[in-house]
């Protein structure tokens, strides 16, 4: 681990919240990022956040500093991904003229919706596909969730998954081949 | 060649994260199979499709609000624990002394002082006037941000201390008392500093309602107090031996006889038998010492010793009855 980093979790430990936000905030979007993805919502992925780093503070004292701080918080970012519940499971289905008021209702959170201009037609089969992309994600164990959002959006290597989840590579590779056909099979419609 | 075991890697081999090896032979066999190559497109195609959907944008705005919102629960998780911290070193400071006291003297303790009050104003005063320190709020220096700017800064006067409720699935357990503005402080009852405020409410509250509902909830936990802090163990036998109410000394019996049952624990127990004025607390007395003597096989001699006077001398019936059936069992 850098020296750097030692210093600012030793800091951080004796109360210093400065050497704390210094300290993760190296790492914080890409777990705000992996939650938006896993979560599909801004204020589930803030709330996930939010856990993840409570208990990177409550835990900090307990840190082993021969362990790689990244890994551990990317360990407790995931572990905190796979036992979440949605506190607010709205969305579950996105009917179409809804649409538009999710997207204002969202941007105004500070969450753009990214897409390019579509004709109506266009924008109808993706609202649909979008909800059922986002339910056949939930049909996922959380397991097989995480790990299709750590490789598929976010484009981590196998064995960086394998360590944030403390399994070995080859369960990485069976739930992520289990992903893609439990995925194709529910969408088989659409691609 | 194995069609199947190829088709497992193509989702692999379309992220690069397979071994050269592997790579070397899924390429190989793609030149030659059509299936394969077909499936490969068709997985493409299913790839671009899921990544041409809108998504959650993680924008500047999005992880400053993410930041803010942790920077504030950071900041009720510092006071909270400080809280618990300044709490419980100040129960720790009177609960030493005044615990001799009711120990030895088995007296009425203090009443009219508020638990609060005796926590934060009597200690706290001293310290304010020594250092000019925050008396509940102290903050490490080091800390960036004021914790709590002005809040119950020195020698505010904290009353009122309540305990709410217990959570038996989970061990919370709730206290508020009035700073400068009403607050509540939650911690588990498993905490070590939670046990000291536990400990130190048992018996220095005035209020018997708090003093029930803080033994109660010790007692709920069962097997776990055999863990709990040593000044939790004193306590209950403060109150098993001098509370003037009887449901609070029920209750600090039921909570004792989870905890391992000792000499100390022996001791107040004989207490009760011999002194404890309500005949209802003298027979509870006995059952628990019948228990205990089953669960361990034992004969103590001052346990028998306290049960054959009571056969001889009760003046309530009943308990010369429960004592002479038990000294019967227990001697046998
Ligand atoms: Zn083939």
Redesign the pocket.
């Known amino acids: 681990m850098a020296p750097h980093e030692i210093e600012l979790i030793e800091k951080a430990r004796s109360g210093d919240t400065g050497a704390f936000e210094a300290l993760v905030y190296q790492y914080d979007k890409q777990v705000l990022t992996i939650a938006a993805r896993y979560v599909n919502s801004s204020d589930d992925a803030k709330d996930i956040y939010q856990e993840v780093f409570l208990r990177v503070y409550k835990g900090l004292k307990k840190f082993q500093l021969r362990s790689e701080f990244s890994t551990w918080i990317f360990r407790i970012a995931t572990n905190v991904c796979l036992s979440y519940h949605s506190r607010r499971k709205r969305r579950a289905h996105v009917s179409l003229d809804q649409e538009q008021e999710v997207s204002d209702g969202e941007a105004s959170h500070g969450v753009e919706i990214v897409s390019e201009e579509h004709s109506p037609h266009q924008q109808t089969v993706n609202a649909e596909l979008s909800a059922r992309v986002e339910e056949a994600m939930d049909a996922l164990s959380p397991q097989q969730k995480i790990i299709f959002t750590l490789k598929h959006y976010q484009g981590y290597k196998l064995n960086e998954i394998a360590l944030m989840l403390k399994c070995s590579e080859g369960t990485v590779k069976k739930q992520l081949f289990t992903a893609v056909r439990r995925l194709r099979e529910a969408l088989k419609e659409f691609a | 060649?194995n069609?199947k075991h190829?088709?497992e890697l193509l989702p692999i081999f379309l992220y690069g994260d397979l071994s050269p090896d592997e790579t070397a032979e899924v390429r190989q066999?793609?030149e030659t199979?059509t299936?394969?190559r077909g499936?490969l497109e068709s997985l493409k195609a299913f790839n671009a499709v899921l990544s041409g959907l809108p998504a959650v944008e993680v924008t500047g705005e999005l992880l400053n609000e993410a930041r803010q919102e942790l920077r504030a629960a950071l900041r009720r998780e510092t006071v909270k624990q400080s809280l618990w911290e300044r709490v419980a070193e100040r129960a720790g400071k009177i609960f030493a002394p005044r615990y001799r006291f009711a120990f030895s003297a088995a007296a009425m303790l203090l009443a009219g002082v508020g638990i609060g009050y005796a926590i934060f104003y009597r200690t706290g005063f001293e310290q304010t006037k020594q250092n000019g320190m925050p008396l509940v709020s102290e903050t490490s220096q080091n800390s960036r941000q004021s914790v709590n700017g002005g809040f119950l800064r020195g020698g505010t006067r904290t009353d009122n201390l309540h305990f709410l409720n217990l959570d038996p699935q989970s061990g919370e357990v709730e206290f508020t008392f009035d700073a400068v503005t009403p607050m509540r402080v939650k911690g588990n009852v498993n905490d070590e500093q939670v046990q000291k405020v536990m400990a130190h409410a048992i018996v220095n509250s005035d209020n018997p309602g708090v003093r029930l509902k803080t033994v109660s909830a010790l007692a709920e936990q069962g097997e776990q107090l055999r863990d709990a802090d040593p000044a939790v163990k004193s306590a209950l036998i403060t109150a098993l031996k001098t509370d003037g109410n009887p449901g609070v000394r029920s209750e600090a019996l039921r909570a004792l006889m989870q905890m391992p049952f000792d000499k100390e624990i022996k001791e107040a127990v004989l207490f009760v038998l011999l002194h404890d004025k309500n005949s209802g607390m003298r027979v509870a007395a006995i059952n628990s010492l019948e228990l205990t003597s089953h669960e361990k096989r034992m004969s103590d001699a001052d346990i028998l010793r306290a049960l054959k006077k009571k056969v001889q001398s009760d003046d309530t019936n009943y308990v010369r009855l429960q004592a002479r059936t038990v000294l019967q069992e227990v001697s046998q």
Do not use: D, G, P
Request: hydrophobic share 30%; aromatic share 0%; with cysteine.
């Open positions: 060649m069609h190829i088709k066999h793609l199979c299936e394969c499936e």
